[in-house]
């Protein structure tokens, strides 16, 4: 079956706005987004690529479009499926705000249980994500063969309950991985199981020096901005 590269969009105004943004339209890539976008044809560049997915959302698209112009030859096919996660009413609201609300105590120790006000349960996400995932796979491997390269950009949340359903990690336990923007994750897929071959890799180290961690070390919903 098919390997299919995971990258997550660029860093978005919403990133560094501290926002929870979802859905809201407009979201686009900032500066470092943008250049994050750019470097992405050369980190790719050995890969031959059979086909692109993405996200509907601005930053998704924004993040593609050097890639894309590198290889006029693909054309890329949006899925809602790995869109954002629905937050509902959490959509566009600051997460320092929102870490009082009750809800995120459960979202962060327990997002198997976790439904958004006006917007889906995390279950659901994780649901259709590997739905699409497990769909694709198929029509990869049918068009291109089995040992086909395919790429999907999407978000922090959506990755990350792709990894843990690649590791059979309950969702319960996804909060413990982290993907920052533009990283590139990785995962083949064979007939009996995956393997989870990259994870969250930028080629850069900066995220790794110290800085100011989310309160208590909780996970940053929405995937966090990444490095300074």
Known sequence: MPTLILVRHGRSTANTEGLLAG?????????????????????????PLAE?????????????RPLLEARPDLSPHTDERI?????GDWSGRKLAELMDEPLMEVVQAHPSAAAFPGGESMRAMQTRAAEAV???NARV????????????????????????DALGLHLDLFQRISVEPCSITAI????????LVRLGDTGDFTSLAPREAPPGGDAEVGGGAGAP
């Open 23 to 47: 859905w809201t339209p407009g979201v686009a890539l900032d500066e470092r987004g943008a250049a994050q976008a750019a470097a992405l044809p050369g980190r790719l560049a050995e890969l």
């Open 52 to 64: 692109i997915v993405t996200s509907p959302l601005q930053r998704c698209q924004e993040t593609l």
């Open 83 to 87: 869109g954002e996660c629905h937050y």
């Open 134 to 136: 497990r769909e694709w």
């Open 141 to 164: 491997e049918r068009d291109h063969g089995a040992d086909a390269v395919y790429l999907m950009c999407s978000h922090g949340d959506i990755i990350k309950s792709l990894v843990a």
């Open 188 to 195: 083949r897929y064979t007939r009996l199981r995956p393997f």
